[in-house]
Nanobody
């Protein structure tokens, strides 16, 4: 089956940086849009960023200019470089693979905690 394995989360101070990685199954990675979603306590899940198979990126306004999403189609890995982190970035971050519109399926990782606090 398909699996997505996130790594790189943790605790950082405001203004710090983290890089999240998501290793995906080879069978789907090159054909799916890859993205990162997050959910903070008491808030709704939101899209942070995504990237198409061709490398076109999209960002939430709240992270634009601070976060960078990228993908390596050889290593089957998607990254989220997070800079100038703010306490409001604290959330569980989920790696997501989305086959739409070509394949009406998506896959989610288990999530990884990012905490920004002094």
């Amino acid at each position: 089956q398909v699996q997505l394995v996130e790594s790189g989360g943790g605790l950082v101070q405001p203004g710090g940086s983290l890089r999240l990685s998501c290793a995906a199954s080879e069978s789907i990675f090159r054909d799916y849009i890859m993205g990162w979603w997050r959910q903070a306590p008491g808030l709704q899940r939101e899209l942070v960023a995504d990237i198409t198979t061709g490398g076109i990126t999209n960002y939430a306004m709240s992270v634009k200019g601070r976060f960078t999403i990228s993908r390596d189609n050889v290593k089957n890995t998607v990254y989220l470089q997070m800079n100038i982190l703010e306490p409001e970035d604290t959330a569980v971050y989920y790696c997501v693979a989305d086959g739409r519109p070509n394949v009406p399926k998506d896959y989610w990782g288990h999530g990884i905690q990012v905490t920004v606090s002094s």
